[in-house]
């Protein structure tokens, strides 16, 4: 466990070809491919709300770029390639995902509130209805 916080572990060129974390790795990449078809359902079927439709319709392809790009690592390492088995790319790609996460549930909640507002005023139902008297 030690051996996971030197730096030695991440930039060793071609790691052991003992891999013990191909299930996982199979598990991740479906999961993302399956996480962007319900997303994708979801936004299509269940989503009501105008605005939230519009802010969702980019998480589906964001998820299937992060899952192509585990499943061409995942087989670089069962391939055992030079550089490109490295767990620096796995650890690279770990924290970009976690940033992205994080970033796109503080802008989903800022733009929700800009949009949904924007969205109030400018509805096309209020733009025929008569003005209020004062």
Do not use: N
Not at 91 to 119: G, M, N, P, Q, T
């Amino acid at each position: 466990m030690s051996h996971f916080f030197t730096l030695a572990y991440y930039l060793e060129v071609l790691p052991s070809s003992d891999f013990q974390y191909s299930w996982l790795s199979a598990f991740l990449v479906s999961s993302f491919f399956a996480a962007a078809l319900v997303l994708h359902w979801v936004r299509k079927h269940k989503v009501s709300d105008p605005v939230a439709k519009k802010l969702l319709r980019r998480y589906p392809s964001r998820l299937v770029a992060f899952g192509s790009t585990l499943l061409f690592l995942w087989l670089c390492r069962e391939g055992s390639l030079p550089y490109l088995s490295m767990h620096l790319w796995w650890l690279l790609l770990a924290l970009y995902f976690i940033y992205w996460v994080l970033s796109s549930f503080f802008a989903y909640r800022r733009d929700y509130a800009k949009r949904s507002e924007d969205h109030k005023k400018s509805s096309v139902r209020s733009k025929y209805l008569p003005k209020k008297k004062r």
